[in-house]
Nanobody
Framework: VQLVESGGGTVEAGGSLRLSCVVS????????????LGWARQAPGKEREGVAV???????EYADLVKGRFTIARDNANHMFFLQMDNLRADDTAVYYC????????????????????????????WGNGTLVTISS
């Protein structure tokens, strides 16, 4: 596995969690600082949905459901990135996956990491195995 998530767990509604993702150098075909880095999640019985992406220059983009509550950040020196999740709700319960890639384009539905339906997607080349986040109400 070339991307490894950590930080999942169970927290009460209104609480916070911070997810981390470590990217192995073996997963990289370009300098780490040019990669799109992102988080997606999949709740039971639902399709995977994009949560947040941070570009190489530091620009960020979020899905509407998490705007104002989640923050994505990156540490280029250590090949890591993070997802700070605040004011968690029961519907945030899901397996969270980190991903890394180099492209952004008009990919078909279901491909890559897409934050807004109908818009372009990030073509993520590598994915982690996921970490479970459970929000208790």
């Amino acid at each position: 596995v070339q991307l490894v998530e950590s930080g999942g767990g169970t927290v009460e509604a209104g609480g916070s969690l911070r997810l981390s993702c470590v990217v192995s150098p073996q997963a990289l075909v370009a300098p780490f600082n040019v990669y799109y880095l992102g988080w997606a999640r999949q709740a039971p019985g639902k399709e995977r949905e994009g949560v947040a992406v941070i570009e190489g220059g530091g620009s960020t983009e979020y899905a509407d459901l998490v705007k104002g509550r989640f923050t994505i950040a990156r540490d280029n020196a250590n090949h890591m990135f993070f997802l700070q999740m605040d004011n968690l709700r029961a519907d945030d319960t899901a397996v969270y996956y980190c991903a890394a890639g180099l492209t952004y384009g008009q990919y078909p539905t279901g491909y890559g990491l897409r934050l807004t339906p109908g818009r372009w997607a990030y073509g993520m080349d590598s994915w982690g195995n996921g970490t479970l986040v459970t929000i208790s109400s």
